[in-house]
């Protein structure tokens, strides 16, 4: 019965891109529209505001952006497909994004990161039309160090490894990583999820 249901209706498919926007801090105006970044985050402002501010930002002083897909991963989509068939153990939020120094390509069946150094609530979030939005604001000195792999966590919290990783990349699969950001730049993940059928 199962297969006849899935040849009749088709497949739901998800697909990640990632863009990575290194800014320079050093100057005044730069950090003045930092702190308006953060401001937006802690009172958690619109999607609009965050994205203007960032957008000001990535203008003025963007030094490096690498783009890329990466995979959303066997629980990631595990925890889609119980939120469609009404099991509401985890809330289906993107609410984590962490950074690993781990060199081991990204495959479908990773449930953490390789090596997971540092995670941060995602900034800011919204949605159009099947298009997810998810992006995370690293300040200057908050981080930094050389970065191989990059994931986004659903019902994550502070804790190393917690939640339900949703999505990986790591440098064997794309040129564009590792990522160095040091204690006078600025990175922004922004993440896209992309549901197709």
Request: hydrophobic share 35%; with cysteine.
């Amino acid at each position: 019965m199962l297969d006849k249901l899935q040849q009749s209706v088709g497949y739901l498919k998800t697909k990640g891109d990632v863009v990575y926007t290194i800014c320079d801090m050093r100057s005044e105006e730069a950090m003045n529209l930092q702190r308006k970044i953060v401001d937006a985050i802690d009172n958690k402002y619109n999607w609009d505001l965050y994205r203007s501010l960032v957008g000001e930002l990535h203008r003025k002083f963007k030094v490096r952006q690498y783009a890329f897909h990466n995979i959303v991963v066997t629980t990631g989509r595990a925890v889609l497909a119980r939120l469609l068939a009404g099991e509401t153990t985890y809330s289906g939020e993107i609410n984590y994004c962490a950074l690993g120094n781990y060199t081991a390509t990204a495959t479908a069946s990773d449930t953490t990161l390789g090596n997971e150094l540092y995670r941060k609530e995602v900034s800011s979030k919204a949605y159009a039309s099947n298009n997810a939005y998810v992006s995370t604001f690293f300040t200057a000195t908050e981080i930094d160090g050389t970065f191989e792999e990059v994931g986004h966590f659903i019902d994550g919290t502070a804790v190393v490894d917690s939640g339900q990783l949703f999505s990986r990349i790591a440098s064997p699969n794309t040129a564009e990583l590792p990522v160095t950001k040091s204690n006078t730049e600025s990175l922004t993940i922004d993440y896209k999820v992309i549901l197709l059928s």
